[in-house]
């Protein structure tokens, strides 16, 4: 089975993806109307804030087979690297205390009540959550969480199902754009540094096939802005193709009991 999702992120100044490729709503839109064209079911993990800014272009999202989750109200509010410090040093998380943690899971739900959506499911920007971030999920009734990395199968946790991605992320391991920090500990355990866009998508078939062939589930994270700061959906459009050979879900379908 595959979960394929994908992080939408408001515009955010000095992001070079979106320099390059425009908004990221925009780009989500076609991101769909390629997966439409493939039949391919799919989770989209959206900032808050653009549920409460562009809410009728979220609509038009909606319309799609698509399920949104949420992805922090604007990331971790204004970041600079001395926050960022402080944030790990003092709390061991990015994502701050757990007080900010709270009051930012909250507004977003929020965000997606105000539009009738309800939120079952969630990635923390950058994988910046920890248990804190857990507890305060459960607390708000939120089923579902994505934001670990590795081989390892979807799991319950006190009533929170991990789903792990387990292919290599596309921003993490495709040479494109600058080299973050938090890209060099990337999940490509395959790969010794940053590698060609076309070399990512043959390991990203290789694992799918493997797990397919052994029944385990392939979570995949492609960023719809980063598949159109780097060609303009063509290699995504390839990918899709090859994915719609296989059945989709998206990540509130998953169910723990059978397995
Ligand atoms: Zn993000």
């Known amino acids: 089975m595959i979960y394929l999702t994908g992080d939408v992120h408001h515009d955010l100044e000095g992001y070079w993806e979106q320099d390059i490729a425009g908004n990221e ?9 390629i997966l439409k064209k493939y039949k391919i079911s799919c989770t989209l993990f959206l900032n808050g804030v653009i549920l409460d800014k562009e809410a009728e272009k979220v609509r038009e999202l909606s319309e799609f087979d698509v ?16 926050k960022s410090y402080i944030n790990r040093k003092r709390y061991n998380c990015i994502y701050g205390p757990a ?10 739900k929020k965000a997606f009540e105000k539009l009738g959506i309800k939120m079952n499911s969630w990635r923390t920007h950058a ?4 248990e804190t971030t857990f507890d305060i999920l459960r607390g708000f009734g939120i089923k579902y969480e994505s934001d670990l990395l590795g081989n390892q199968k979807p799991f319950e946790e006190k009533g929170l199902v991990h789903m792990p991605i387990n292919i290599p992320v596309d921003i993490n391991t495709i040479s ?3 080299l973050k920090p938090e890209n060099r500990d990337s999940f490509a355990s395959c790969t010794k540094g940053r590698i060609e866009p076309l070399e990512w998508f043959g390991i990203v078939k290789k694992r799918v096939e493997y797990n ?24 995504f459009d390839n990918i899709a ?11 509130s379908e998953y169910s723990i009991i059978k397995h």
């Open 127 to 130: 994988f910046g959550s920890n």
């Open 176 to 178: 494109i754009g600058p």
């Open 241 to 251: 193709k090859f994915l719609s050979k296989y059945e989709s879900k998206k990540i």
């Open 67 to 82: 399920e949104i989750g949420g992805h922090t109200y604007n990331n971790f509010g204004k970041m600079n690297v001395f």
């Open 212 to 235: 397919e062939k052994n029944n385990i589930d392939s979570i995949i994270l492609i960023h719809p802005i980063t598949m159109a700061a780097l060609d303009d959906f063509a290699l």
């Open 25 to 33: 709503i925009k780009a989500a839109k076609k991101y769909l109307s």
């Open 99 to 108: 007080s900010f943690q709270k009051k930012d899971i909250e507004k977003t």
